[in-house]
Every structure is written in structure tokens, then in C-alpha cells.
């Protein structure tokens, strides 16, 4: 269904019954990134999903801020009824979830970070950034959807996914390609990790029970929660090993285990 927030309509899924999680997707995902882990879930719970701006249904609806969509997502909360939350978010749902609960910390109770950050900590790195993000822009609108995720696809970052069974790379191909050029392109301006605010000084304020989750063979995000690990207050980290940075797809199972001991 959506949801409108100020002018803006959000593509929600609301299901089940329980304590609440928002899962948050990640760049290129939809509602359906989560599928695979949530099959070998077992923790009965109310799922609020959410295709954040720019994403699938929820589509292009201009440039949004992180501060801006956590400001239009308290509002979604307030229409469903749901005023305390625990979030799962992944890489940049992760930062998002990490966002929502710094800016409203009296809203969320758990918190999981899977390969996650809390944004770049100097000016010169967000500036780095933000023209890279432009760069990949102006790759969407001249290649196109498709030519872009064959490039996103080849990333290191991404390599692990290689060892998928074809169909579930065909699937989640599918789920990348079902984009638009503008509502990628309107992402990476507006929330892209060189557009958001750097947490890492706030990161001591957050007191939600947070779990850090880090595939063992994703060296980037390993390096950057050993380091959130050390500034988190409430925090246990886990790496899952044999996993890159997408270890809900990677190892699905055991990212469910990780999840449910969390939740108890």
C-alpha cells in the first residue's frame, strides 16, 4: 500500500503481529531483498518493509535527505499506529536505520546493522563522495538501468554473490533492474553516504541494543564496525564467515539465527 508523508507516497508492507521490525533494504533493493533470510525465520512479529525513495513502487519522488525521509518515516509510524520499533537495516538501510534512531533515539528499541556505517567522517571524504555519486548518475542516464547494474554487479564489493545459484542471482538481477533511472539517480543525490551527516561522533549517544553483522570476507566493513564496535555503548558484533557484504543472500540461514537470538 502507500503511504503519503508530507507530498511524498511510500510503497509500505505491513504484516504479521508481535513486536514491531522495519527492515530497511539496501541500495538497488525493494521489500523483497529480505525474502530468502525471513523463510528460515521462526520469531513470530509485526514486518513493517518500506521501498525508500527512489526505490521500485515507491519510485522517483524527488531529491529526499536522510533527515528529510526520517522525518517523513516518523510520520508513516504515526499513521500505522506504531510508536517503538526495532529496525534491521542493510548497508544503506543500515545507515538509514542508524540515522532514524540518532534522530529519534526514543523510537527504537533494537537496532541491527548488517554491513553497515555511520557515513564518512571528514568534509573532504563526503565531497569525494558526493562526486562519485554524480559520476554513477551520470552512468544511469547514459547507459541505462541495465548497463548500470551489469557495472554495480562487477563491484568487488559484490563479488561473493558469484557463488549464488544462478537463479537466485537472476532473481536478485531482476530486483535491481526493476528501478528507474530517475529514482537511482534522485538516491544517490539524496542519501548516498557523501550527501548523509557522519555519525561517528555520535555514536556513544546511541542507546539502543544494537548488533553489528560483518561478512568475514568483506574487509571494508569489517574495518569500519571493529571501529563502531569500539564507540557503540550497548553492542555485540558478529561475523559470519565465508560471507562478503550481502550475507542475508550469502547465508541466509545463519543470518536468521543471528537475527532470532537477537530478538529474544
Known amino acids: 500500500m502507500l503511504i503519503k508523508a508530507e507530498e511524498r507516497n511510500y510503497w509500505i508492507e505491513d504484516t504479521g503481529s508481535g513486536p514491531v521490525w522495519l527492515l530497511l533494504h539496501g541500495f538497488t533493493g525493494s521489500t523483497h531483498t529480505f525474502d530468502d533470510f525471513l523463510h528460515h525465520m521462526n520469531n513470530e512479529c509485526r514486518l513493517i518493509k518500506i521501498e525508500l525513495p527512489g526505490h521500485a513502487r515507491t519510485g522517483p519522488i524527488g531529491t529526499v535527505s536522510m533527515e528529510k525521509f526520517c522525518l517523513d518515516l516518523a510520520m508513516i509510524l504515526d499513521k500505522l499506529g506504531v510508536e517503538e520499533i526495532n529496525i534491521l537495516g542493510y548497508s544503506l538501510g543500515g545507515r538509514t536505520a542508524l540515522s532514524f534512531t540518532l534522530l529519534y533515539p ?50 568487488p564489493l559484490f563479488e561473493t554473490l558469484n557463488r549464488l545459484p544462478e537463479q537466485r542471482r537472476k532473481t536478485l538481477r531482476e530486483e535491481r533492474t526493476s528501478h528507474s533511472v530517475e529514482g537511482l539517480a534522485e538516491s544517490l543525490e539524496g542519501m548516498g553516504t557523501g550527501s548523509q551527516p557522519s555519525w561517528w561522533e555520535k555514536l556513544e549517544e546511541v542507546r539502543a541494543n544494537v548488533l ?10 569489517r574495518s569500519i564496525n571493529q571501529h563502531m564496535e569500539q564507540r557503540l555503548f550497548n553492542v555485540r558484533w558478529v561475523e559470519v564467515a565465508g560471507a562478503g557484504h550481502t550475507i542475508h543472500l550469502e547465508k541466509p540461514r545463519v543470518f536468521a539465527k543471528i537475527v532470532e537470538k537477537f530478538m529474544i
Open 106 to 155: 526514543k523510537r527504537v528499541n533494537r537496532l541491527i546493522l548488517e554491513s553497515a556505517s555511520p557515513g564518512l567522517p571528514s568534509e573532504l571524504e563526503r565531497r569525494e563522495r558526493r562526486a562519485k555519486d554524480q559520476r554513477l548518475a551520470g552512468l544511469l542516464y547514459r547507459e541505462g538501468i541495465k548497463s548500470f547494474v551489469k557495472y554495480w554487479e562487477s563491484l
Open 212 to 221: 553489528l553483522v560483518t561478512g568475514g570476507e568483506d574487509e571494508k566493513f
